[in-house]
């Protein structure tokens, strides 16, 4: 089965950290950038960090500097590194790529999302 798998959200005081991964069944190593995107409680999804295939990164400015992202190609697998997380920060965070199908060909597809609670 084609798919997306996220992991590691939690809850987490304010300043604290949390990890979270993305596994896909297959490779992600298509020519398209990998996504992290995240959606607030009665607010529309919003991308938070991208990294291309050969690891090029871009973020928004709300997670610049506290969040990095990362890939491991060999695992299938994209991380997000959350630091110094505030209570603005609380969402559903959701991986978004390209994953490889048995036929050959890509498939874009959104994970079902780890939720990230930040206390104050």
């Given at each position: ?97 390209d994953v490889l199908t048995t036929g050959g ?5 959104w994970g079902q999302g780890t939720l990230v609670?930040?206390?104050?």
């Open positions: 089965q084609v798919q997306l798998v996220e992991s590691g959200g939690g809850l987490v005081q304010a300043g604290g950290s949390l990890r979270l991964s993305c596994v896909a069944s297959l490779s992600i190593r298509s020519p398209n950038a990998v996504g992290w995107y995240r959606q607030a409680p009665g607010k529309q999804r919003e991308l938070a960090a991208t990294i291309t295939r050969t690891g090029s990164t871009n973020y928004a400015d709300s997670v610049k500097g506290r969040f990095t992202i990362s890939r491991d190609n060999a695992k299938n697998t994209v991380y997000l590194q959350m630091n110094g997380l505030k209570p603005e920060d609380t969402a559903v965070y959701y991986c978004n790529a060909s890509y498939l874009r597809l609670t930040v206390s104050s």
